[in-house]
Nanobody, 121 residues
């Protein structure tokens, strides 16, 4: 099995910063694309940013220039540096990863439990 655990969420004032971390553990042989998604109250879940194992990145237009996604392949860890936060960034943020497991090289897509980010004065 594979577990993704997010941390780093919280309450921050507009204009502030937060850094989210997602640690992957379990029967991991390799990890492909990793990404951050978010779901705001009353809205659909949306992609925030994604990164390949080689470091290629993709961002939602709404966060370009403010958020930076990165990963440490040796530690199976994903990060999201969020700067210049706005109230509309308030959401539950989820980590997602495409994982090839050690056993039988089975491939699967996994989600974390989510971490709440609230931007408010």
């Amino acid at each position: 099995q594979v577990q993704l655990v997010e941390s780093g969420g919280g309450l921050v004032q507009p204009g502030g910063s937060l850094r989210l971390t997602c640690a992957a553990s379990g029967n991991i042989f390799s990890i492909g694309v990793m990404g951050w998604y978010r779901r705001a109250p009353g809205k659909e879940r949306e992609l925030v940013a994604a990164i390949t194992s080689g470091g290629s990145t993709n961002y939602a237009d709404s966060v370009k220039g403010r958020f930076t996604i990165s990963r440490d392949n040796a530690k199976n860890t994903l990060y999201l540096q969020m700067n210049s936060l706005k109230p509309e960034d308030t959401a539950v943020y989820y980590c997602n990863a495409d994982v090839t497991q050690t056993l039988l090289r089975a491939r699967g897509n996994f989600w974390g439990q989510g971490t709440q980010v609230t931007v408010s004065s």
